[in-house]
Antibody, heavy 115, light 110 residues
Framework: EVQLVQSGAEVKKPGESLKISCKGS????????IGWVRQMPGKGLEWMGI????????RYSPSFQGQVTISADKSISTAYLQWSSLQASDTAMYYC????????WGQGSLVTVSS | NFILTQPHSVSESPGKTVTISCTRS????????VQWYQQRPGSAPTTVIS?????PSGVPDRFSGSIDSSSNSASLTISGLKTEDEADYYC?????????FGGGTKLTVL
């Protein structure tokens, strides 16, 4: 069974750094893209970027380029989304999903940024 | 880049059929696969249609997808509506190295 399991909820202060994770199982992690999607409170889905763990080929949405970093550690079948300096506007639910067609989704990681 | 436009909301009665549209602003709808996702309140999205019209395992055959090149749009049709179908629905496609989601449609089954 394909599963994407994300790290838990985080509460951070503005300016802090954060790295959230998405662990894949039940399939060959290195052979499928993993994408990240933001959903701000009460809003729709926004594509942030995507990585191919096999060779770390990474693509970013122009809206998120330079704002976040996507990475993967294929030895532990885990993809990451990280911020170097959080802002209150980063408060959102973040989902990982497999492939460009997003056939499987993680359960989501809630990030709250508040002073 | 392109935009996918969906109606903000639709409503229909149980047992009826509803169609949600997704219109692509530029480029051809058939050039890249369209997916549809269902998101119930408080839950992660799940895929109900992939590659224009493929139903993943476990999705009822009441859900179907299609594309119309004349209107450059995709459609999600749900027949025999059930109250459990009440959710937000998003279309999604891509172009080169960019993914695009529609704004989402809130389906109310009343």
């Amino acid at each position: 069974e394909v599963q994407l399991v994300q790290s838990g909820a985080e509460v951070k202060k503005p300016g802090e750094s954060l790295k959230i994770s998405c662990k894949g199982s039940g399939y060959s992690f290195t052979n499928y893209w993993i994408g990240w999607v933001r959903q701000m409170p009460g809003k729709g889905l926004e594509w942030m970027g995507i990585i191919y763990p096999g060779d770390s080929d990474t693509r970013y949405s122009p809206s998120f380029q330079g704002q976040v970093t996507i990475s993967a550690d294929k030895s532990i079948s885990t993809a990451y989304l990280q911020w170097s300096s959080l802002q209150a506007s980063d408060t959102a639910m973040y989902y990982c999903a497999r492939q460009w067609s997003f056939d499987y989704w993680g359960q989501g990681s809630l990030v709250t940024v508040s002073s | 880049n392109f935009i996918l436009t969906q109606p903000h909301s639709v409503s229909e009665s149980p047992g009826k059929t509803v169609t949600i549209s997704c219109t692509r602003s530029s480029g051809t709808i058939a050039s890249n696969f369209v997916q549809w996702y269902q998101q119930r309140p408080g839950s992660a999205p799940t895929t109900v249609i992939s590659e224009h019209n493929r139903r993943p395992s476990g999705v009822p055959d009441r859900f179907s997808g299609s594309i119309d090149s004349s209107s450059n749009s995709a459609s999600l049709t749900i027949s025999g509506l059930k109250t459990e179908d009440e959710a937000d629905y998003y279309c999604q496609s891509y172009d080169g190295s960019n993914q695009v989601f529609g704004g989402g449609t809130k389906l109310t089954v009343l």
